[in-house]
């Protein structure tokens, strides 16, 4: 009977003992500032507004260059992203998690990633365009213009007319500067929406560990409820 009752507690024990040996679960609060998408929708706050100044920028130089050559539509775009990011971290951290309101907040996060990644490429795409052509220009000043060209031992190439330029410098100089700035920071932002978009796929459809264990008789397994 002894060693009946002393077999049946060590084995109360060993189970004890197993379950004990699991790692406790995180604080739901702990490091809050350090948790997604806190830090990603910050990250395309930031860069947005970048993208945003940049823009405004590159317009102060001359007021004939178009809006895809100015891209504050990327950077605004950008802003709206965080701040569906915002709102789907405080809804997050609500003590119901399986709420309408978080489910349409990381499908509306999802989408708007998507679209920044898109919007972030075209950006992307004519600020390297536009790099390329005035990184060639060969300017003269003709009064209060900047008149370019890609060739000028070329009687039929194309003119580029840059109005309200003191100096042809800041086409040649400056405003090349400003498209390869924008070329770093619109390639940050399409980083930034692709990883904002796969994290938020991969929680919705992968469904990250929640912290809550069931008691197994091996260690190694783990039921993730």
């Given amino acids: 009977m002894g060693k009946g009752q002393k077999g049946s507690s060590d084995?109360?024990?060993?189970k004890k003992k197993k379950r004990d040996e699991?790692?406790?679960?995180?604080?739901?609060?702990?490091?809050?500032v350090c948790r997604f998408p806190l830090l990603v929708a910050l990250l395309q706050l930031l860069l947005g507004l970048a993208v945003t100044v940049v823009a405004f920028l590159m317009s102060a130089i001359s007021p004939s260059l178009l809006a895809r050559e100015t891209p504050y539509w990327a950077g605004i775009i950008l802003c709206l992203v965080s701040i569906a990011g915002f709102i789907l971290?405080?809804?997050?951290y609500l003590p119901e998690e399986r709420t309408s309101g978080q489910f349409i907040a990381k499908i509306l996060y999802f989408v708007l990633c998507t679209i920044g990644l898109v919007i972030s490429v075209l950006a992307l795409s004519f600020a390297g365009h536009h790099y390329s052509q005035t990184s060639g220009f060969s300017c003269?000043?003709?009064?209060?213009?900047?008149?370019?060209?890609?060739?000028?031992?070329?009687?039929?190439?194309?003119?580029?007319t840059y109005e309200?330029?003191?100096?042809?410098?800041?086409?040649?100089?400056?405003?090349p500067v400003y498209f390869l700035l924008q070329i770093v920071l619109n390639l940050a932002q399409a980083l930034a929406?692709?990883?904002?978009?796969?994290?938020?796929?991969?929680?919705?459809?992968?469904?990250?560990?929640?912290?809550?264990?069931?008691?197994?008789?091996?260690?190694?397994?783990?039921?993730?409820?």
């Fill in 11 to 14: 084995k109360k024990e060993g």
């Fill in 140 to 160: 003269e000043q003709l009064g209060s213009d900047c008149v370019c060209k890609l060739d000028q031992n070329d009687p039929i190439a194309r003119t580029f």
């Fill in 193 to 225: 929406c692709a990883a904002g978009a796969f994290i938020m796929w991969k929680h919705r459809y992968q469904v990250f560990f929640a912290g809550l264990q069931v008691g197994s008789p091996f260690s190694q397994q783990w039921h993730k409820v």
């Fill in 164 to 175: 309200g330029v003191d100096a042809c410098e800041a086409i040649t100089g400056t405003l």
């Fill in 89 to 92: 971290y405080y809804i997050t």
């Fill in 22 to 32: 699991s790692p406790a679960p995180e604080d739901g609060h702990k490091c809050r």
